[in-house]
């Protein structure tokens, strides 16, 4: 695992040169649920350590709780990521997040899934608490004292996780409330089709203009869905690198449609089996990687650079 040798990376070298994506530019390494192979998914610690390797974007799922606030969380129960059953053992009808309130959520310690454990030798976050679920503020919060300390901007990039305009409004107004703009980098995200139009929709009424992403599980979806109408309405698209359809010559269908390609999710924790994987894709033109090791992502788009 490599840490920036500072606490934030400069812009990289590579971005400079010429890429097959639909801009030119390298393609982004987002931190899947942060550092989600390293540290607990969806913590400040998690988060922060994507930062400090050199990830461009950090990307927290997002639900509401009980009482309306965003916090950042996969499932829309508790109980995989946390020890909400056993906290909270005598709870009638399950462990859902939408049933709790922010103040019992920060009761809540995080169980590490996969290869992530609850500390990483070198290093130490932060934030005053990093092994919690966070709300989006408190990401903010991080992002912006990070961006502060290391001079580069570091993007975000929340998924609406439910379905529907509760979600989509919460979320619009904590980002324009926090001071950020259409051309931050900024990329909002969900697989419900209604609910990226719906953001759409309400961006166009607030004057807002965030980057949005459509996601699915098949590139053949999309396809059957017609780029050039998804175009309409979102500026990329994230797909399922396992998924049917996926190709490089999808890519470029997405590419002259106007659209941009988001890969998810790089989980390949070995070097000598991510890194052929990446260069794959990054080869075909993908414009950014969902990874779980964005170190791993950094080291292959240096090395994709150098083809370049
Ligand atoms: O949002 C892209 C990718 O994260 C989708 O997968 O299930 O990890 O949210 P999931
Ligand atoms: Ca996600």
């Known amino acids: 695992m490599a840490l920036a040798a500072a606490s934030c990376l400069p812009v990289h070298a590579e971005r400079k040169r010429r890429w097959p994506t639909r801009d030119g530019a390298a393609p982004l390494v987002i931190a899947h649920r942060g550092a989600s192979g390293y540290l607990p998914e969806h913590t400040l610690a998690a988060y922060e350590l994507a930062v400090r390797m050199g990830a461009d974007c950090i990307e927290p799922d997002l639900h509401l709780t009980r009482d309306g606030q965003l916090v950042a969380m996969h499932d829309a129960t508790l109980e995989r990521t946390t020890d909400a059953a056993t906290r909270f053992a005598a ?105 990226v139009r719906n ?23 999309l396809l059957a869905m017609d780029l050039d109408r998804i175009a309409g309405f979102a500026s990329g698209v994230g797909v399922n690198i396992r998924g049917e359809g996926m190709s490089r010559s999808f890519i470029a269908m997405a590419h ?48 994709q650079a150098r083809l370049h």
């Open 91 to 195: 709870r009638n009808g399950g462990w859902r997040v939408a049933d709790f309130s922010l103040e019992e959520i920060r009761q809540l310690e995080m169980r590490p899934q996969g290869t992530a454990a609850l500390s990483v030798p070198g290093f130490r976050p932060s934030s005053a608490h990093p092994l919690r679920v966070p709300t989006l503020e408190e990401i903010i919060g991080l992002a912006r004292r990070l961006e502060a300390e290391g001079a580069r901007a570091i993007g975000l990039y929340p998924e609406a996780k439910q379905a529907g305009p509760r979600l989509a409004s919460h979320l619009l107004n904590v980002l324009s409330a926090a001071g950020y703009v259409g051309s931050d980098k900024v990329f909002l995200q969900s697989f419900d089709l209604d609910t």
């Open 256 to 303: 002259a449609a106007g659209l941009t390609v988001h890969g998810y999710t790089f989980n390949e924790a070995r070097a000598a089996t991510a890194l052929p994987e990446y260069r794959k894709f990054m080869g075909w033109g993908m414009d950014g990687v969902f990874s779980n090791y964005p170190d791993l992502a950094l080291q292959a788009r240096t090395a």
């Open 199 to 221: 953001l759409a929709r309400r961006q166009q009424a607030l004057g807002l203009g965030y980057r949005l992403v459509l996601l699915s599980g098949s590139a053949n979806r």
